[in-house]
């Protein structure tokens, strides 16, 4: 047996979950092969996110090695035919379904309209944005079954700025079979605003001590870590009751939920991306000597393999000489060829596994290139918008929302990437490109808000994005996309602020109800720029 040291990762295992999550759009039942699409492949690109190199080429390319001799082309036909009975995937004559366009091809609403397919289609061929679906690994209001004293504490931590109750109960337990069935319920109910815990004494045998517990069922409530309630019985009702009154505790109700705002509540939180792929060989032209740089000759390859045969069929390039490359090329590259080099990352990052990779240890690659671009005095029109659109193409990966989150600056960077950008009064696709990322951060920071009763964006950043939305919206009298989407932006940054905070007074003093109001007909009269002007920013800033 040949073992082989790849590395060792640093990444928090928070962050390999949430990558390994974004792979299951890759690695389907559907789409496994034993050929060419399997374990291995998987294992490569895993491995190419936590440690930057993949596995060896003589082991990736083994299954094909064995297809090439006569009796791999022997048998192939007779393990097609086994295969397809076990992933119902489709016989090699058919084209190959690829993950990334197929969630291309539902309805999606995008903040310069709802979108049919076949409109989704044209516009991504002329290079305008276009949604993906995002994959959320929010905790789905599960009960976590506790046998160790150690795992109480941990799930507890998880429920610091939330709420958590603990059920104690035991296998000998009669009474508390009773309260099982609801209490299941209740925590799916809930979902990710609390954490539900049952402990089994007999199993768990610190536990009761720890906690005093005396009989079972016993019931004991947290809110934000401190202790609240502690009863014991099975009654249903009870439980209901104190577990309401717990979650309300956690999140009292806000001003807004009064409003019924229907549709910008239903409204898809997708972000905004942009997949039209360059000619690539004119492109990489225009980046001189660097354009035969291994890892844009390995980037250009996989970026048409892609196209061709689809996400599934293709793997990763080697991501890390990519970042040693980008890393140099703001010192190096004249605009031209910067501009070029942009433009095919860019068009890379719309695959999850790439803008996944670059979440991980070398962030700090795109983190350089935006700095750059952002100060860059007199930037060329064409490198910042493809800057701006490479990204929007980040956060393809569910992975960019937490880095932003962790790291202040980078958030920061993107505002002011967005700020800048809304100032150009002489290209309106500059500006749609520009409300398409503000779009992205103020529904990823929405989603965040929503979902763990937190701010992803910090509120002085949210308070200079809103501002430039204000007063970039208040003189657009042209373009009806650019007009909705900064709309749209606009009333999700304000869509459950915080009560009395800056956000919502700076929204008050600029009369942000009279600027989205005057822009109705400009819009077409669309119902969701109907509500955030006339009952989320008429009413819900008072």
Same mark, same amino acid.
């Given at each position: ?26 690695? +389907? ?24 190199? !993949? ?31 076990? +992933? ?60 160790? +004293? ?28 009773? %309260? ?163 433009? %095919? ?10 803008? !996944? ?17 952002? %100060? ?124 009395? !905070? ?13 600027? %989205? ?26």
């Amino acid at each position: 047996m040949e073992k082989i040291h790849l590395g060792t990762t640093q990444l928090p295992t928070e962050v390999i979950l949430e990558y390994v999550e974004a792979l299951k759009a890759t690695y +389907t039942t559907e789409s496994y092969d034993l050929f060419s699409h399997n374990c291995n492949n998987f294992s490569h690109d895993f491995s190419m996110f936590l440690v930057g190199e !993949g596995i060896p080429s003589h082991i990736t390319s083994l299954p094909q090695t064995v297809l090439n001799t006569p009796f791999g082309q022997m048998i192939k036909p007779q393990l097609d035919q086994t295969m397809r009975t076990i +992933t119902q995937a489709p016989v090699p004559s058919q084209q190959k379904v690829d993950p990334l366009k197929a969630n291309n091809s539902s309805s999606q609403n995008h903040p310069n309209g709802t979108r049919t397919a076949a409109t989704r289609a044209t516009h991504a061929k002329n290079g305008t944005p276009t949604s993906t679906p995002s994959t959320s690994t929010t905790p789905d209001g599960k009960v976590h079954n506790v046998t160790e +004293t150690s795992e109480i504490a941990d799930l507890l931590s998880r429920a610091s700025r939330t709420c958590a109750i603990i059920f104690f109960t035991s296998s000998t337990c009669a009474p508390c079979k009773l %309260v099982y069935g609801p209490y299941e319920a209740l925590a799916a109910e809930a979902g990710p605003q609390a954490v539900f815990i049952k402990v089994d004494i007999n199993q768990a045998f610190g536990a009761a001590q720890q906690f005093d517990i005396r009989a079972t069922p016993t019931f004991i409530s947290f809110l934000r870590g401190d202790k609240q309630e502690q009863w014991s019985g099975a009654n249903e009702a009870q439980l209901r009751g104190n577990i309401r009154l717990l979650l309300q505790a956690a999140f009292p109700p806000h001003p807004h939920a009064s409003l019924k705002l229907s549709n910008l509540s239903r409204m898809s939180l997708a972000p905004v991306t942009y997949r039209k792929t360059p000619p690539l060989d004119k492109v990489l032209a225009k980046m001189g000597d660097a354009g035969r740089d291994p890892s844009f000759v390995e980037l250009k390859s996989f970026v048409q393999q892609r196209d061709n045969t689809g996400a599934s069929e293709t793997p990763l390039p080697n991501l890390t000489n990519l970042a040693i490359f980008l890393d140099t090329a703001t010192s190096r590259l004249p605009t031209e060829a910067m501009f070029a080099a942009v433009d %095919v990352l860019r068009a890379a990052l719309i695959d999850a596994r790439i803008s !996944g990779f670059f979440a991980g240890d070398k962030q700090e690659s795109i983190e350089k290139l935006l700095q750059y671009i952002t %100060v860059l005095p007199d930037c060329p029109y064409n490198l910042r918008l493809v800057t701006i659109q490479l990204a929007c193409n980040l956060f393809t990966s569910t992975l960019w929302p937490k880095v932003l989150s962790m790291d202040p600056r980078k958030s920061s960077l993107l505002v002011q990437l967005v700020t800048v950008s809304l100032l150009d009064d002489k290209h309106p696709s500059l500006r749609v490109a520009a409300a398409s990322l503000a779009f992205n951060l103020a529904a990823a920071n929405f989603r965040t808000r929503r979902e763990e009763n937190r701010e992803l964006i910090l509120e002085s950043d949210q308070v200079e994005l809103a501002a430039s939305l204000l007063e970039t919206l208040s003189v657009e009298k042209e373009s009806k996309d650019v007009a909705k989407a900064l709309t749209l932006t606009i009333g999700l940054l304000v869509f459950y602020a915080s009560p009395g !905070g800056e956000l919502l007074d700076m929204c008050s003093a600029m009369d942000a109800a009279a600027t %989205v109001q005057s822009k109705e007909v400009l819009s077409g009269g669309d119902p969701v720029i109907n509500e955030i002007a006339r009952k989320l920013l008429g009413r819900g800033l008072r």
